[in-house]
């Protein structure tokens, strides 16, 4: 299977980068809860105005909010389909986890004899797809 996304490796990194930082995913919560101006952000954190305004930009630059000027106010809000490209990304990989392990559980399973390897007697050989395996005598 072929992990198929709009984003590009550029976004995708910015994406995740951005996510990566505790406060920028605070960040993202709140907005996309409602819009709120750079200077409400920064009342919410032990920081200088200045750095969450670098935290927002860091989530600008990725996409995953926006900010528009409201007379003297920066008013930050959350961009959904961003997120919601980034997980239909983690989606596709998840789909490719599950095959894969559908792989190793359906291998496994053609590979032990229906009652489990005590059931086999001593000498004797089972042959499974392009390969024989024999069972040595005690």
Same mark, same amino acid.
């Given at each position: #299977?072929?992990?198929? *996304?709009?984003? !590009?490796?550029?976004?995708?990194?910015? &994406?995740?980068?951005?996510? $990566?930082? #505790?406060?920028?995913?605070? &960040?993202?919560?709140?907005?996309?809860?409602?819009?709120?101006?750079?200077?409400?952000?920064?009342?919410?954190?032990? #920081?200088?105005?200045a750095a969450v305004q670098k935290h927002v930009a860091v989530l600008e630059r990725a996409a995953l909010?926006?900010?528009?000027?409201? @007379?003297?106010?920066?008013?930050?809000?959350? *961009? $959904?389909?961003?997120?919601?490209?980034?997980?239909?990304?983690?989606?596709?990989?998840?789909? &490719?986890?599950?095959?894969? +392990?559908?792989? &190793?559980?359906?291998?496994?399973?053609?590979? !032990?004899?229906? @009652?489990?390897? @005590?059931?086999?007697?001593?000498? +004797?050989? !089972?042959?499974?797809? +392009?390969?024989?395996?024999?069972?040595?005598?005690?």
């Amino acid at each position: #299977m072929v992990v198929e *996304n709009e984003l !590009t490796d550029d976004e995708v990194d910015r &994406i995740f980068r951005a996510l $990566a930082d #505790m406060t920028r995913r605070d &960040i993202v919560t709140r907005v996309l809860r409602q819009e709120q101006s750079v200077s409400a952000l920064a009342g919410h954190y032990r #920081m200088s105005f200045a750095a969450v305004q670098k935290h927002v930009a860091v989530l600008e630059r990725a996409a995953l909010v926006t900010k528009r000027r409201r @007379g003297r106010e920066q008013v930050v809000h959350g *961009n $959904a389909a961003t997120l919601r490209r980034a997980a239909g990304l983690l989606a596709d990989y998840e789909q &490719i986890w599950r095959g894969r +392990s559908r792989a &190793i559980e359906d291998l496994l399973a053609e590979e !032990t004899p229906p @009652g489990g390897r @005590g059931d086999q007697q001593e000498g +004797s050989e !089972t042959c499974r797809s +392009s390969t024989c395996t024999r069972t040595r005598r005690r």
